[in-house]
C-alpha cells in the first residue's frame, strides 16, 4: 500500500483548516443590539434614557445570572402587512437591458455609492431626474449612474418604443 505523500497531507490539512474556520470565527460571548440613531424614531414612540451596562471582559467566565429584561414601551409601532423591500448597500447592480423584462423593474433601493449599471443602451438615452443626486457616465454601450446624496431619483430607461421609469431612493 502507497502512503500519502507530505504534499498530499498538506493539502488535506489545509482543506480542513479552511472547513473548520468558519465555525470557529462564530463566537459563543453575547451580543448586545445597536443603540438608535436620533432622528429615527417614529411620532409614537417616546425617548427614553438608556441604561448604561457594563460588559464582561471577553476572558470571563459566563455569569449564571440571566441578563436584565429589556424594557418595552406600552404604544407600538403598526407593523408593515406585506413584505418590506431592503436597501442593498454601496453595490454595483448590473442590469442586462437585452435579457430584462423592464416592466417588472420599478423600484429599487441603494446606499450612497452604489452604482446602476445598464448595459446595451446607446448614448444620452437614458435620463436621470433630479441629475444632482447622480454621477452618469456613458462608455461602449454600458451607461453608468452613480447616487452620489441623499434621495430619490427616477430613472427613464427607452426601449422598444416605450419608455420604462425606474424609482431609485438613495439612502
Do not use: W
Not at 427614553?48 to 470571563?60: G, I, K, L, M, R
Not at 417588472?104 to 436621470?128: D, E, H, N, Y
Request: hydrophobic residues 40%; positive net charge; proline residues 12%.
Amino acid at each position: 500500500m502507497k502512503r500519502p505523500s507530505i504534499r498530499h497531507l498538506a493539502a488535506v490539512g489545509a482543506l480542513a483548516l479552511i472547513a473548520i474556520a468558519p465555525a470557529a470565527a462564530c463566537g459563543s460571548e453575547p451580543v448586545s443590539p445597536l443603540p438608535i440613531q436620533p432622528g429615527t424614531a417614529t411620532p409614537s414612540q417616546t425617548a427614553s434614557p438608556s441604561a448604561v451596562e457594563s460588559t464582561p471582559p471577553a476572558n470571563a467566565p459566563p455569569s449564571a445570572q440571566n441578563p436584565p429584561a429589556v424594557q418595552r414601551s406600552k404604544t407600538s409601532t403598526p407593523r408593515p402587512t406585506g413584505p418590506t423591500p431592503s436597501c442593498m448597500g454601496a453595490i454595483r447592480y448590473d442590469v442586462d437591458l437585452q435579457n430584462t423584462e423592464l416592466a417588472l423593474l420599478k423600484s429599487m433601493c441603494f446606499a450612497t455609492g452604489a452604482v446602476l449599471r445598464l448595459q446595451g443602451i446607446g448614448p444620452g438615452l437614458v435620463t436621470v431626474e433630479p441629475a444632482s443626486l447622480v454621477s452618469q457616465s456613458y462608455e461602449a454601450g454600458v451607461v453608468d449612474i452613480r447616487f452620489v446624496r441623499r434621495g430619490t431619483v427616477t430613472v427613464n430607461i427607452p426601449q422598444d418604443e416605450q419608455t420604462y421609469t425606474v424609482t431609485v431612493v438613495i439612502r
